[in-house]
């Protein structure tokens, strides 16, 4: 099985969908994964898997913010949709 590591603005809708349905009122400490990668620096991060793959996905106030937003309107997401557009 292939281990995916995510950061906020890499997410899909897919992911998204994945997020939202196994964490549908948010996360909380105990699905928190913590470790380090390759450069030494530790990463927070939550997980949900699929048949082929493990998503990593960083945690940030960001994901927090988009899982909500997402979950309250699915249909104004896409695939293109870039979420580090929402950085400025």
Same mark, same amino acid.
């Given at each position: 099985?292939?281990?995916?590591?995510?950061?906020?603005?890499?997410?899909?809708? *897919?992911? @998204? =969908?994945? $997020?939202?349905? !196994?964490?549908?009122? +948010?996360? *909380?400490? @105990? =699905?928190? $994964?913590?470790? !380090?990668?390759?450069? +030494?620096?530790?990463?927070?991060?939550?997980?949900?898997?699929?048949?082929?793959?493990?998503?990593?996905?960083?945690?940030?106030?960001?994901?927090?913010?988009?899982?909500?937003?997402?979950?309250?309107?699915?249909?104004?997401?896409?695939?293109?949709?870039?979420?580090?557009?929402?950085?400025?």
């Amino acid at each position: 099985m292939k281990r995916v590591i995510v950061d906020y603005a890499k997410l899909t809708t *897919d992911i @998204l =969908d994945l $997020l939202i349905e !196994k964490y549908p009122d +948010g996360y *909380d400490y @105990l =699905d928190i $994964l913590s470790f !380090k990668n390759a450069k +030494g620096e530790y990463i927070k991060a939550v997980e949900v898997r699929t048949e082929e793959t493990i998503y990593l996905v960083k945690i940030s106030t960001k994901l927090e913010q988009t899982m909500e937003d997402y979950a309250e309107d699915e249909d104004s997401f896409d695939d293109e949709f870039q979420f580090n557009d929402l950085d400025s």
